[in-house]
């Protein structure tokens, strides 16, 4: 039996034209997935109680409801969610004085192994269907509140495009939740031809893990640098044209003695040069059975001073939900009610 959360109107449509059924019903029922959140074929009531009775032969609508919620001293919300494969992930709501964020995740694991992240040390568990990344945001308490979703939980979402554009899709489409692109911004570690892929597909933001300017200290700590190297991609982003509506940003954790010394300020400089952007600085959490050690307050404010007096746009990230293990890099699906 097909699941109709987390289908597009395309697919939708697709059903409706092999039941011999007019395209307004395949709106109409988009409409009641996502617009007015019906749980069920049967809470579908302007369908004729013929075609619901048909339908909830073929489909049903199935999403994942939280396990678990674990909040932190900063209002930070960290949910657990059981995949249909019997796998764990996990999103984090992140409240604040204007705005409040959910990060959802793409993957249950990853299979891009970054050193410094737990998800990654915990290895690759499988893909997120589109209504498995929907279901992290419809059905927590805090829906109706979330202004701005970003795709930085686990997994990699390049690596599990398909899913993701289906979901953003859901998210910006009038059929769907009707949201601006605006308000969503998708991250990657530089998967080069899912994230051109992305770039044609798709109007959100991108966000892209850069972490060090150095191919070789970057190797250490990403594995993907041998594969996609952070010198191409950002090449490669450089033929695009941003200074429209979306936005690019580079994410780089500080990670003491590592990466933030000046000389990786002025070598982030220089590899941006051109780009419009901006980079935003997140103070690293040291976790159990990694190397890395947290930066100084001192040499990220040097780092930050530098990167603006070599004319980069960037900003230090707030670091929330550190008491929870919902902060970048600490997720790792374990947080068991
Ligand atoms: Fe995967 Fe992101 Fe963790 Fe890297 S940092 S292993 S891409 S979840």
Not at 180 to 193: A, F, N, Y
């Amino acid at each position: 039996m097909m699941n109709l959360f987390g289908m597009t109107l395309t697919q939708v449509q697709a059903l409706c034209d092999s039941e011999g059924w007019p395209r307004f019903t395949a709106r109409q029922i988009c409409d009641w997935l996502y617009a007015k959140r019906a749980a069920t074929v049967d809470a579908m009531t302007n369908i004729s109680l013929a075609r619901r009775a048909r339908l909830a032969e073929v489909a049903m609508v199935e999403r994942m409801e939280p396990c678990n919620c674990q909040v932190s001293a900063d209002g930070t919300k960290k949910y657990l969610f059981a995949t249909t494969a019997g796998s764990s992930v996990e999103a984090v709501f992140i409240p604040e004085a204007d705005r409040a964020t959910l990060c959802v995740s793409s993957q249950a694991g990853c299979k891009m192994g970054c050193r410094f992240c737990v998800t990654g040390q915990n290895g690759f568990h499988g893909q997120l269907t589109a209504g498995e990344i929907l279901s992290q945001l419809f059905t927590i308490p805090e829906f109706g509140q979330v202004t701005n979703i970003v795709y930085m939980g686990m997994g990699e979402p390049m690596d599990n495009l398909e899913a993701v554009l289906a979901s953003t899709e859901v998210l910006t489409a009038p059929w769907g939740l009707g949201w601006s692109p605006k308000r969503i911004t998708v991250s990657t570690v530089g998967l080069l031809p899912q994230m051109r892929l992305f770039l044609q597909r798709s109007q959100c933001h991108l966000a892209v893990s850069l972490h060090n300017p150095v191919a070789a200290e970057r190797l250490s700590m990403m594995p993907m640098e041998k594969a996609w190297p952070i010198a191409a991609t950002v090449e490669a982003l450089k033929e695009y044209d941003w200074s429209g509506q979306r936005r690019l940003s580079f994410e780089y954790t500080m990670f003491g003695g590592l990466n933030d010394d000046i000389c990786h300020a002025d070598l982030l400089a220089r590899m941006l040069r051109g780009l419009e952007c901006r980079v935003n600085l997140i103070r690293y959490h040291a976790s159990p059975g990694t190397p890395y050690r947290t930066s100084s307050a001192q040499a990220i404010n040097a780092f930050r001073n530098r990167l603006q007096a070599n004319g980069v746009n960037c900003t230090l990230r707030a670091s929330r939900g550190e008491d929870i293990k919902a902060a970048c890099g600490l997720l790792a699906g374990t947080s068991k009610a």
